[in-house]
């Protein structure tokens, strides 16, 4: 347990300090060899990293039509259902975000507007590793389909067998994409960014995934033919503000939960309570031993924080400072502190909303900026899958009452050929007046 007041500032900064991320001088490199094998190979680098790394007798990338509806096939009537729930209320709430375009007179006689389209190609990355996702195939599938993208790309890891989990080729159908790719990793990215033979070249690449694929994504975002991409990404995060009418329980499962997703997430309690910080450690312990993945789960609580605040105003104002991706309110009144948080990619209020609703079914995205980027970042939602543009159109009247102002400012900067091109047409409306 950390008691906050006690710390010096280097020492508060050490405490809510993240897991190093393993972004050496030797991931930068090998990243980068990776984009230029699949620069210069196209198809047969991608296959020779998924033969090497995936599925030793792949012999295609593309994944059917067929063979995804086959897949999709495979899943029990029971998870069915749960996906076609979570996608029901993951497709409300991002139809609910639908922009409306703006157009309107700024001065007479000039019309200003900003009009929303849907992105032409996107690229969906879905992690492979441990543990299927087609809760992430949702999150970045629906918003794509309600934004009315027109062409999604997939691209998972196979398994040792060549097929990808019925999960996902379910969650794949139901947000009508048809274009599923069996590679992963860097590879995956660069396949994505930079086109190939079989998978051709998207706008935007969206989804988590190792350091292999965080470093690929940052690599062809800088390129000027590569991708864009959604958002910095490190290793995901909860922290938990509760205070001494908060259950233990909960709040320790909440931790778990989180720092089961992989060795480098960190979970972090804050409270004014020490009562609750004692009782939750004693239950983390507790729950800990029973879990599936407990060994990945042990490693990943070594990176957590008990921190120890004066009052509920103080614990709040570490977690702004540590901006979490996650932040879990169990307090007497989770409204009320909600007024005072600044920074979090997504806020849980109240005993009953574990962090795990965000994560499937409650509507909300759960791609969400990690690494104290919600400071500057936002969560994942439907006008990432879109870009805005402006129009703007003067008549003649308001050109005349405008473009004097125009010229005066082009002057101002030197700027001579921008005073030309509206003088030449006020020139113009001035002569046509005269006839």
């Given at each position: ?176 994409i048809d274009e599923i790719y069996l590679c ?48 910095p990404a490190g290793p995901s995060e909860v ?26 997430s960190q979970s972090i309690l804050v409270s ?164």
């Open positions: 347990m950390l008691i906050w007041n006690e710390l010096d500032t280097a020492a508060q900064r050490q405490a809510l300090a993240r897991p190093v991320l393993k972004n050496s001088s030797a991931l930068k490199q090998t990243v980068s060899e990776i984009l230029a094998d699949v620069e210069a190979e196209g198809d047969e680098a991608v296959l020779g990293f998924t033969r090497k790394f995936d599925c030793p007798g792949l012999t295609s990338l593309v994944l059917t039509s067929g063979q995804r509806d086959a897949l999709a096939n495979q899943v029990s009537d029971e998870v069915a259902q749960a996906i076609d729930t979570a996608f029901t209320n993951i497709k409300r709430f991002h139809e609910a975000q639908q922009p409306d375009d703006v157009v309107m007179t700024t001065s007479p006689g000039v019309t200003c507007e900003q009009r929303f389209v849907a992105l032409e190609s996107v690229g969906l990355y879905i992690p492979g590793g441990t543990a299927p996702l087609p809760s992430t195939a949702l999150m970045l599938g629906v918003p794509a389909m309600v934004a009315g993208v027109s062409r999604k790309v997939l691209c998972t890891p196979p398994s040792a067998d060549g097929t990808i989990a019925p999960e996902i080729a379910f969650v794949a159908k139901r947000c009508d992963g990793g860097a590879q995956a990215i660069a396949a994505m960014a930079l086109g190939t033979d079989s998978i051709a070249q998207v706008d935007k690449i969206f989804g988590p995934g190792n350091s292999f694929v965080t470093e690929a994504k940052q690599q062809v975002s800088l390129r000027p033919d590569g991708a864009a991409i959604d958002m922290l938990v503000l509760a205070d001494k009418d908060a259950n233990p329980a909960f709040v320790a499962s909440d931790l778990l939960s989180q720092a089961e997703h992989g060795t480098d004014d309570s020490r009562t609750l910080i004692e009782q939750t450690q004693a239950e983390v312990e507790k729950q800990l031993s029973v879990l599936s993945r407990n060994e990945i789960t042990v490693l990943s609580m070594e990176n957590a924080r008990y921190i120890l605040t004066d009052d509920l105003n103080s614990a709040i104002e570490v977690s702004n400072r540590y901006a979490p991706e996650h932040l879990i309110v169990q307090v007497a009144e989770p409204r009320q502190a909600m007024g005072r948080i600044k920074h979090a990619g997504s806020v849980f209020l109240g005993p009953w909303s574990p962090e795990s609703a965000g994560d499937y079914a409650s509507g909300t995205n759960h791609v969400l900026p990690t690494y104290g980027y919600a400071k500057n970042y936002s969560s994942l939602g439907l006008l990432d899958f879109m870009r805005r543009f402006t129009v703007q159109e003067l008549t003649e009247d308001g050109l005349r009452q405008l473009g004097p102002q125009i010229m005066t400012l082009a002057a101002a900067e030197g700027l001579d050929a921008h005073e030309k091109a509206v003088g030449l047409r006020l020139k113009a409306l001035q002569e046509s007046g005269d006839e």
